[in-house]
């Protein structure tokens, strides 16, 4: 349930708000991240795996270290990310500490202070036949996600699904295509902030982010375009 007692489905109709013409895709996901993270109770932040070219990715994602983690299961092959989108199941780690599945994963996610984990299918159909993705959930306590969390989210990310295939029949698989490979270029243009950041300021990965995520909240702007800003001052020719 959410902090205002709310459960996450109950906010997706939230979600159809944002059809519009100029609205694309990697927004749409975004969306969905944070309506997950604000409202799943325990839940530290939230992130979606999307295949993109035969591979898997994470192009949207509430902490940094949704998609750092993420990519250990993409390099390997297995995780519960991984084989939520590939099998359509609901998968859980309810402490990385004891875990015995996906050990070379929990280790990872150890590092980065996450303790348990949710994964849920974006799964149109409900039966597992039309798997869009992943929806997936960090928490750095362990036994995060209770009965009520996890039928919750399931209904949340069905219809969340549902909004997601229509958006995506909308916008064309093509131009889909197109949004994804941005937003891992949006990633990209983050890190290379960040490492701008940490030059200028002196400070870890974690506080460079924070520092992006707070001028981004500040200036009501997203965080992809602060980054932006950022590099192409450090690119200018000094006068």
């Given at each position: 349930?959410?902090?205002?007692?709310?459960?996450?489905?109950?906010?997706?109709?939230?979600l159809?708000?944002?059809?519009?013409?100029?609205?694309?895709?990697?927004?749409?996901?975004?969306?969905v991240?944070?309506?997950?993270?604000?409202?799943?109770?325990n839940c530290?932040?939230?992130?979606?795996?999307?295949?993109?070219d035969?591979?898997?990715e994470?192009p949207?994602?509430?902490?940094?270290?949704?998609?750092?983690?993420?990519?250990v299961?993409?390099?390997?092959?297995?995780?519960?990310?991984?084989?939520?989108?590939?099998?359509?199941?609901?998968?859980?780690?309810?402490?990385?500490a004891?875990?015995?599945?996906?050990?070379?994963?929990?280790?990872?996610a150890?590092?980065?202070?996450?303790?348990?984990?949710?994964?849920?299918?974006?799964?149109?159909?409900?039966?597992?036949?039309?798997?869009?993705?992943?929806?997936?959930?960090?928490?750095?306590?362990?036994h995060?996600?209770?009965?009520?969390?996890?039928?919750s989210?399931?209904?949340?990310?069905?219809?969340a699904?549902i909004?997601?295939?229509?958006?995506?029949a909308?916008?064309?698989?093509?131009?889909?295509?197109e949004?994804?490979?941005?937003?891992?270029?949006?990633?990209?243009?983050?890190?290379?902030a960040?490492?701008?950041?940490?030059?200028q300021?002196?400070?870890?990965?974690?506080?460079?982010f924070?520092?992006?995520?707070?001028a981004?909240?500040?200036?009501?702007?997203?965080?992809?375009?602060?980054?932006?800003?950022?590099?192409?001052r450090?690119?200018?020719?000094s006068?």
């Amino acid at each position: 349930m959410s902090e205002h007692g709310q459960a996450p489905q109950d906010d997706v109709s939230s979600l159809f708000s944002v059809l519009l013409p100029d609205t694309t895709m990697t927004d749409l996901l975004d969306r969905v991240t944070e309506l997950a993270a604000r409202t799943v109770g325990n839940c530290t932040f939230a992130g979606i795996t999307m295949g993109q070219d035969g591979k898997m990715e994470t192009p949207v994602y509430t902490d940094e270290r949704s998609p750092r983690v993420d990519q250990v299961q993409y390099d390997t092959g297995t995780g519960p990310c991984v084989e939520a989108f590939r099998t359509g199941e609901v998968l859980e780690i309810r402490d990385t500490a004891t875990e015995e599945r996906w050990r070379h994963f929990c280790d990872a996610a150890l590092e980065e202070n996450i303790r348990s984990t949710l994964s849920v299918p974006l799964d149109v159909s409900g039966n597992r036949t039309e798997v869009l993705g992943a929806l997936n959930l960090y928490s750095e306590v362990p036994h995060a996600f209770d009965d009520e969390a996890r039928a919750s989210t399931e209904a949340f990310a069905q219809q969340a699904a549902i909004v997601v295939a229509n958006a995506r029949a909308y916008w064309g698989a093509k131009e889909q295509s197109e949004q994804l490979q941005r937003a891992m270029e949006s990633r990209a243009t983050i890190e290379q902030a960040k490492g701008i950041l940490m030059a200028q300021s002196r400070v870890t990965p974690e506080e460079a982010f924070q520092l992006l995520v707070r001028a981004s909240q500040r200036e009501n702007r997203k965080l992809r375009e602060i980054a932006a800003e950022i590099v192409d001052r450090a690119q200018r020719p000094s006068a």
